[in-house]
């Protein structure tokens, strides 16, 4: 996880520059922060046109008082909702037109968790120097850190407590459950395996993870937010061990959810699953991207353009940047011993735009409509690639496995 692309020439992004904190920060006021359930009417306006009318092609005034009691003023507001939407995308892949879910809100933050002094932390994790200072110099985008075997096999062992920390997390979701439970559960099962969870202190993130539900893109903060029924979270767990770091994330569905958003998180594992597929010794970086946004856009989801994979190893996040979408970006071939993530983040339209809220790190989509992401590390091996964090037959499984396991393809459509 990582941002801001778009402010500053992508050739000369070198992870030195860059934290995670994405570019646009306070560009979003947020309103005071209250329990999602309290969601003022303009939210419950924007949810109405996040979830139904802005998906009509060509909107009439007639359809804009179809929300939840539109007043006069609501419905000039999301007249301009439909038009942001529909505007210059000549495109309106529909869904389902009968969500009345109500977008997210900020809840209340817990402490930040402590970890016990015995367990190893990487030197950011002291809270006084910012992540990227901790390299003396800038290097050129191509320059990609060649692990050793002694570095591989502690990379391989962090990649398989990240993905061991990140299953506890997704088997314990359910509706009701608050963010920050799941926090507790990342925090505990990382530090039980005298690991450190990476994200804690990372540039003054608050939490042990990240915890992004429906229309935030990345980098939720974990908090007293209420899972509901019909929600999608990605949960996002990086865990440094023995000096270096593993980094995965995954979707789980809450409840029942809706075909749409079915399928919004299939194709993102789908474009995760392709993108790994052309990785070997050789292969272009840049060629990551077109696999993704090639498959996205087929089923009409647009690619997040501003948040990328990145090399990984003793730093968080390093060379190489790891595009999602179609570039010819600089960043070289991969060779035998590159760590790197692969972390896809699709929109439910094709409105790629988004926004940051003020705590200087939630990022949601501009128009409210759902995100996905999976991500993986992964170790480029003689001949081809190798999962540091896959799946074990212990880890919590696909939703569309356990479907075809039961052999009853459930009633989608709410
Ligand atoms: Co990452």
């Not at 520059?17 to 309103?31: E, M, N, Q």
């Not at 997040?304 to 190489?320: C, K, L, S, T």
Request: some cysteine.
């Amino acid at each position: 996880m990582r941002g801001g692309y778009n402010s500053v020439q992508p050739s000369f992004v070198a992870s030195e520059t860059l934290g995670l904190r994405p570019v646009l920060r306070g560009a979003f006021r947020t309103a005071p922060r209250k329990p999602r359930s309290a969601a003022s009417p303009v939210y419950q306006l924007a949810a109405a046109a996040g979830g139904g009318q802005r998906r009509q092609e060509r909107p009439s005034p007639s359809s804009y008082g179809k929300g939840a009691g539109a007043s006069s003023k609501k419905g000039k507001d999301e007249k301009k909702t439909v038009q942001q939407f529909t505007r210059g995308q000549g495109f309106a892949k529909t869904a389902s037109t009968k969500s009345t879910r109500t977008l997210l809100r900020p809840g209340v933050q817990s402490p930040p968790r402590t970890v016990p002094s015995h367990i190893p932390r990487p030197k950011y994790a002291a809270g006084d120097i910012p992540a990227r200072s901790q390299r003396l110099l800038p290097r050129m985008p191509w320059d990609i850190e060649v692990k050793t075997p002694e570095q591989i096999e502690r990379m391989r062992k962090a990649g398989r407590i990240a993905r061991e920390v990140l299953d506890a997390a997704c088997k314990a979701v359910h509706v009701g459950m608050t963010t920050d439970e799941i926090d507790a559960i990342v925090h505990e099962e990382t530090i039980r395996r005298n690991a450190y969870p990476s994200p804690l202190h990372y540039n003054g993130f608050p939490k042990s993870c990240c915890t992004s539900i429906n229309e935030v893109i990345c980098h939720g903060i974990p908090d007293s937010t209420r899972l509901r029924d019909g929600d999608i979270i990605n949960i996002d767990v990086t865990c440094y061990v023995e000096g270096v770091h593993g980094d995965c994330s995954e979707m789980v569905l809450v409840g029942n959810v809706d075909k749409r958003g079915r399928e919004l998180v299939r194709v993102t594992f789908e474009c995760l699953e392709k993108a790994i597929s052309i990785c070997s010794p050789g292969a272009e970086y840049s060629m990551i991207g077109a696999v993704i946004e090639d498959h996205a856009t087929q089923h009409g989801f647009g690619v997040a353009r501003d948040f990328f994979g990145h090399g990984i190893g003793e730093e968080f996040h390093d060379n190489p940047n790891i595009l999602h979408f179609r570039n010819r970006e600089p960043y070289g071939r991969m060779k035998v011993g590159h760590t790197f993530t692969i972390e896809p983040m699709l929109h439910e339209t094709m409105n790629t735009r988004y926004r940051v809220w003020s705590d200087g790190w939630t990022a949601v989509t501009e128009d409210g409509g759902r995100s996905a992401q999976y991500e993986h590390t992964l170790l480029i091996v003689e001949d081809g690639v190798e999962i540091l964090t896959r799946k074990t037959s212990d880890s919590f499984p696909y939703f569309w496995e356990t479907e075809a396991a039961a052999d009853a393809p459930r009633e989608s459509d709410s």
